[in-house]
């Protein structure tokens, strides 16, 4: 088995575009610099270049450390970029099974299902019984990141494994799409479900860019053949 792959990176409402993306099956990255925070395209790019450079035998969790390694050494280095940190979102197809990480507020979804949720502030507090889902929507740190990789010396990346199945489809997007386009994209997935991986990567970065995306959109779609 193999992926068909595609992906696409536009600004949006930002001056610059803080996302990178790796979308080069078996094994495809997105990253998000952390809005707020110094030098976020710096923070994005060196940790889809360490999970490439780690390479797609290397499971997914142990590649975000190189990840977390590299941006924390740049950082270290270069007081233009202390405090950098980026979400990270990893999928890589490997002996029948597709294995991913995910640290941050970026998202995965399978075929229409999404399956990570942000590592942020409001989403414990949810968690935990302290505020309720709408609550945590209007709280002022609400979307505050507690995992990201460069925030801390270690992090601890939330991990999933499933068969990889011939005709199933797996995306991978930074928050602006979801932000554009609702946390729900499931019905929009599955209006695209026939497409190719870039008409579907394509129409999803329209579609935000339509609704008025604020934020940088990264997108991309891989479909297991």
Known sequence: ????????????????????????????????????????EVASRLAVDAVVAAGPTVDPATAARHANEAVRARAAQDPATTGMATTLEIAVL??????????GDSVTFVESERITWPHS?????????????????????GA?????????SEIEPETWSRP??????????????????????????????????????STLVKLACDAGAHDNV????????
């Open 1 to 40: 088995m193999r992926m068909r792959v595609a992906g696409a990176s536009v600004v949006g409402g930002r001056t610059n575009n803080q996302d990178s993306f790796h979308a080069d099956g078996p094994l495809i990255v997105v990253a998000d610099g952390v809005g707020g925070a110094p030098a976020g």
């Open 94 to 103: 490997r002996d029948g099974h597709v294995l991913g990480a995910h640290i």
């Open 121 to 141: 502030l409001g989403a414990e507090l949810v968690a935990a019984g302290h505020l309720t889902p709408e609550q945590a929507e209007r709280h002022p740190k």
């Open 144 to 152: 505050a990141l507690v995992r990201a990789v460069g925030l801390d």
């Open 164 to 201: 990889a199945v011939p005709g199933e489809r797996y995306v991978l997007c930074t928050d602006g799409l979801t932000d554009a386009l609702g946390d729900d994209l499931g019905p929009i997935l599955a209006d695209l479900r026939a497409t190719d991986p870039q008409t579907c990567t």
């Open 218 to 225: 990264t997108v991309v779609v891989a479909d297991i053949v």
